[in-house]
Nanobody, 122 residues
């Protein structure tokens, strides 16, 4: 059974930084691309970033604008998202999801975990 556990969220001031983690189990992590998505209150899920299985390909939503960095450690079965220069518009629940194959896209959103809340406020 696929299990994804997100952590690292919190309350941060505008301009601040956070590092989110996603611990994976129940599948061969190194064989699959992974995705970060987010959902703000009252809004739909929004794709944030994707990474291929061996980290060769990384892509970001336009709104990231160089502020976020996705990475993974296949030896630790863990996905990361470094968030910098945060703004109140980044406030959302952040989820990781397993992709359907090794590519950076094609997430199966049904696999996402419970999420980690990021709140950006002064």
């Amino acid at each position: 059974e696929v299990q994804l556990v997100e952590s690292g969220g919190g309350l941060v001031q505008p301009g601040g930084s956070l590092t989110l983690s996603c611990a994976a189990s129940g599948f061969t992590f190194s064989n699959y691309g992974m995705t970060w998505v987010r959902q703000a209150p009252g809004k739909d899920l929004e794709w944030v970033s994707g990474i291929s299985s061996a980290s060769y390909n990384k892509y970001y939503a336009d709104f990231v604008k160089g502020r976020f960095t996705i990475s993974r450690d296949n030896a630790k079965n863990t996905l990361y998202l470094q968030l910098n220069s945060l703004t109140p518009e980044d406030t959302a629940m952040y989820y990781c999801a397993k992709n359907r194959d090794s590519l950076y896209h094609g997430a199966d959103y049904s696999t996402r975990g419970q999420g980690t809340q990021v709140t950006v406020s002064s």
